[in-house]
């Protein structure tokens, strides 16, 4: 999927532990969620289901209500973590079957 990713946008950030199989100009790789904040105006974010915790971390992010948030897997999210998102205006608004859509509606 990563591959068809960075075709579609100009950047994109891989945050993993691991590096990424694939190579690409426009592709970025950190390990952490460390010093995110100052991006801005992000199209899209892809994020794994297991990366959900981290969430926060990233707020500066999904602050930006024209983006779109990815979560891998078809899992509902636990409500701890969709807390947020719901209070800022999100909504989970279409299930894609290897991932969930997320849109701001407020």
């Not at 068809?4 to 694939?22: C, G, L, M, N, R």
């Not at 500066?60 to 701890?80: M, P, Q, Y």
């Amino acid at each position: 999927m990563l591959d068809q990713v960075v075709k579609i946008y100009d950047t994109v950030f891989v945050i993993s532990a691991e590096q990424p199989a694939i190579k690409a100009k426009n592709l970025i790789y950190k390990e952490t969620f460390v010093k995110l904040d100052h991006i801005q105006n992000i199209a899209s974010i892809f994020i794994d289901h297991n990366e959900l915790c981290n969430l926060d971390k990233v707020e500066a992010l999904w602050k930006n209500h024209n983006s779109k948030i990815f979560v891998e897997g078809d899992t509902r999210i636990d409500n701890v973590i969709a807390s947020p998102l719901y209070d800022s205006g999100w909504a989970c608004t279409s299930l894609q079957g290897i991932f969930h859509v997320w849109e701001h509606y407020r």
